[in-house]
């Protein structure tokens, strides 16, 4: 008997562009899975709103998401590509596992913590909860691996913890996820800060690559990143971050490791291997940029991929939301 397609799922916030970042730790992986597993990808955009958004912008931003996830490799013909608010079961399902996630779990998550501390006027209620909202995307689907940088760990293990928590209660509802976080490119540091992660919501700071952007500004950007007082490329990440960094998107980009990095720049400062990685991020950025602008002309095919991928999510979703409201206890309709 043919075995069952294992299913992937994973979603990101239109709550700015998509970085080299996002495309590194998450995208990148995405796509190349397509073949081999059931995918569900979707722009979060019940998850952007935690942070106050520009009405016109998050609405420009969400379909811009989904012409780079296509432009990223994306088939919509392989993969369920769709928009979070468009699926009425997420935040059903979020609400009531609301009420199976405890406040000190909430807590203890360092989003929440990071995101508190940066938008202190407008702490609210969605923010801490967030967590219970992602465990739902998660586990209306029953996917068996979910793609996402190192920064997504904890709220993957959280929903772990809720879904055991559920289960416990009511039997075998929920299947377990596990976190798919690639071994190279899971944590991206800012260019201008190598200490911190690289970020769409900071991209101000000269120090985040926006997946869109032209190749003089790549070019710049990695020209002026941050390095150390020596000349040699070596990887170090406690000594010398700004360098490893560079050095891991060097080896996300071209596949090589470091050992084959540090032989090709033996010799040679910064000046020569800083723009070298510039240059390869260019050319690995080049089509996606080219293909998303195309796409992103042509409104009613990105219509057709997101009524499409709602269509279909909404199916599997509601089988899993009828299953809870029953396990719970509430009256069918
Ligand atoms: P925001 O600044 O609005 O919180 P972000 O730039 O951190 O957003 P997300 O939308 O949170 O990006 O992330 C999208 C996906 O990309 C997630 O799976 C996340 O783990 C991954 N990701 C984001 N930034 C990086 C990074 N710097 N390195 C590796 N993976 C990343
Ligand atoms: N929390 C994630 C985005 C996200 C997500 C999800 C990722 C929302 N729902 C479900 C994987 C699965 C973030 O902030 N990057």
Not at 295 to 319: C, N, T
Request: aromatic letters at 10%.
């Amino acid at each position: 008997m043919e075995e069952a397609k294992k299913t992937m799922l994973s979603g990101i916030k239109p709550s700015g562009d998509l970085t080299l970042g996002s495309y590194l730790g998450a995208i990148k992986n995405w796509a190349a899975r397509a073949e081999e597993y059931d995918c569900y990808y979707f722009m979060a955009d019940l998850h952007a709103i935690t942070v106050r958004q520009n009405p016109v912008d998050l609405r420009r931003r969400t379909l811009e998401q989904l012409a780079q996830y296509i432009a990223c490799g994306l088939d919509p013909e392989k993969n369920t590509l769709f928009i979070q608010s468009h699926v009425h079961q997420h935040a059903e399902l979020g609400w009531v596992l609301n009420c199976y996630a405890m406040f000190g779990e909430l807590s203890r998550m360092t989003q929440f913590k990071d995101k508190s501390a940066k938008n202190a006027d407008n702490i609210n209620g969605g923010l801490f909860t967030y967590p219970c909202l992602m465990a739902a995307d998660i586990l209306l689907y029953q996917p068996d691996y979910v793609p996402v940088g190192d920064d997504q760990r904890q709220h993957v293990e959280l929903c772990h913890a809720i879904a055991r928590r559920f289960n416990g209660v009511y039997g075998d509802v929920f299947k377990l996820p596990e976190p798919y976080i690639p071994k190279v490119g899971a944590r991206i540091m800012s260019l201008s800060d190598p200490t911190s992660k690289m970020s769409k919501s900071e991209e101000e700071n000269g120090g985040t690559v926006l997946l869109m952007d032209p190749p003089e500004t790549i070019a710049r950007l990695f020209k002026r990143a941050v390095t150390d007082s020596e000349t040699f490329v070596h990887y170090d990440p406690a000594r010398k971050p700004g360098v490893s960094n560079l050095m891991t998107i060097y080896s996300a980009v071209t596949g090589k490791s470091y050992d084959e990095i540090e032989a090709e720049f033996a010799g040679q400062g910064y000046g020569v291997f800083k723009p070298a990685v510039g240059e390869a991020v260019i050319e690995t950025l080049r089509p996606i940029r080219e293909e998303a602008s195309r796409l992103m002309k042509d409104k009613a095919y990105l219509e057709g991929v997101y009524r499409a991928g709602a269509e279909k999510a909404s199916h599997i979703a509601e089988k899993t939301l009828r299953k809870v409201y029953k396990k719970v206890g509430f009256v069918a309709r």
